[in-house]
């Protein structure tokens, strides 16, 4: 039996970046406030938890002093930096530079927009660390919509302005905007723009390559992962032979009967290690 990994899977630039920052900390000193789960991966949490990561809710977080605390690549909205600050807290920002962009353009277009005759509009998770953070550039006034389901919370007789949370796909994108240009009045204006993370958005094509291949596919991800659901979703349309795994401990034997080749993949909160650990886990307790 053959077991492969996808070269192609997981951390991306922006997860790479914060769990660097952590760890660079870490090494100067024994503790390190993280405000949510760094990555949605509990056994890369485990890991640097076990380094003096400290991860903490929004509730401790408004009563923590005087520590340094680490923003993780998700972004957050201006009221936790003025938290922050008012709370003598040091930050490592660990923003993804990606978000940080979107944050800023959605920022600007909110206050360019008159809230009386314009809506600001997000495409994405409702309560996603990520989109929380973007609804908070708008102090608090976006209408987050999850697909096309949500979108009749829209008031079509005045002009709407799009985003899209940076881990969705663009074809669930593609489709919001479509219906959004069929229930418009005619004399109002939507302007849509695609804030998709190509890094994220293009291991589709290659995700979907991979699973192909193989006659059983493992998925590693953290089940909070927005973007292992999309890929997870995706590779499910092509190979059907296919489990989602979040932990080692996870892993059903009796799936590899028959079995000539599996294929390893997973999301872009994955860690490599974590695959590999899963690859050799396969190795000892299947082939012989």
Same mark, same amino acid.
């Given at each position: 039996?053959? /077991?492969?990994?996808?070269?192609?899977?997981?951390?991306?630039?922006?997860? /790479?970046?914060?769990?660097?920052?952590?760890?660079?900390?870490?090494?100067?000193?024994? @503790?390190?406030?993280?405000?949510? =789960?760094?990555?949605?991966?509990?056994?890369?949490?485990?890991? %640097?938890?076990?380094?003096?990561?400290?991860?903490?809710?929004?509730?401790?977080?408004?009563?923590?002093?005087?520590?340094?605390?680490?923003?993780?690549?998700?972004?957050?909205?201006?009221?936790?930096?003025?938290? =922050?600050?008012?709370?003598? %807290?040091?930050?490592?920002?660990?923003?993804?530079?990606?978000?940080?962009?979107? $944050?800023?353009?959605?920022?600007?277009?909110?206050?360019?927009?008159?809230? $009386?005759?314009?809506?600001? *509009?997000?495409?994405?998770?409702?309560?996603?660390?990520?989109?929380?953070? %973007?609804?908070?550039?708008?102090?608090?006034?976006?209408? *987050?919509?999850?697909?096309?389901?949500?979108?009749?919370?829209?008031?079509?007789?005045?002009?709407?302005?799009?985003?899209?949370?940076?881990?969705?796909?663009?074809?669930?994108?593609?489709? !919001?905007?479509?219906?959004? $240009? @069929?229930?418009?009045?005619?004399?109002?204006?939507?302007?849509?723009?695609?804030? !998709?993370?190509?890094?994220?958005?293009?291991?589709?094509?290659?995700?979907?390559?991979?699973?192909?291949?193989?006659?059983?596919?493992?998925?590693?991800?953290?089940?909070?992962?927005? &973007?292992? @659901? /999309?890929?997870?979703?995706?590779?499910?349309?092509?190979?059907? &032979?296919?489990?989602?795994?979040?932990? %080692?401990?996870? *892993?059903?034997?009796?799936?590899?009967?028959?079995?000539?080749?599996?294929?390893?993949?997973?999301?872009?909160?994955?860690?490599?290690?974590?695959?590999?650990?899963? @690859?050799?886990?396969?190795?000892?307790? /299947?082939?012989?």
């Amino acid at each position: 039996m053959i /077991v492969e990994i996808d070269t192609n899977s997981g951390f991306c630039f922006g997860v /790479v970046t914060a769990i660097h920052k952590a760890e660079e900390e870490l090494d100067k000193s024994d @503790k390190l406030h993280c405000l949510g =789960a760094i990555v949605h991966n509990s056994m890369e949490v485990r890991r %640097l938890e076990e380094k003096g990561l400290v991860t903490i809710d929004r509730d401790m977080f408004d009563h923590l002093h005087g520590q340094k605390i680490l923003f993780r690549a998700h972004g957050e909205p201006p009221s936790t930096y003025i938290q =922050a600050k008012k709370n003598n %807290l040091t930050i490592i920002d660990a923003t993804c530079p990606v978000v940080l962009n979107l $944050q800023k353009r959605i920022r600007k277009a909110y206050l360019a927009s008159d809230s $009386q005759q314009t809506q600001i *509009v997000i495409y994405g998770k409702k309560a996603h660390a990520e989109v929380n953070g %973007l609804v908070g550039q708008t102090d608090g006034n976006a209408i *987050v919509i999850e697909g096309v389901e949500d979108l009749s919370k829209l008031d079509y007789s005045k002009n709407i302005c799009l985003f899209s949370q940076t881990t969705k796909s663009i074809e669930g994108f593609n489709k !919001i905007v479509a219906e959004i $240009q @069929k229930r418009m009045d005619s004399d109002k204006t939507f302007v849509f723009n695609d804030t !998709i993370c190509r890094q994220v958005a293009n291991r589709i094509p290659k995700i979907i390559n991979f699973v192909a291949r193989h006659d059983l596919i493992l998925f590693v991800s953290g089940r909070e992962s927005s &973007n292992g @659901k /999309v890929l997870f979703d995706e590779c499910k349309k092509v190979n059907s &032979n296919i489990y989602m795994i979040s932990d %080692l401990d996870e *892993v059903d034997y009796t799936i590899f009967e028959g079995v000539k080749s599996v294929g390893i993949c997973g999301a872009t909160s994955t860690p490599k290690w974590l695959m590999e650990e899963l @690859k050799q886990k396969i190795e000892q307790n /299947v082939i012989p």
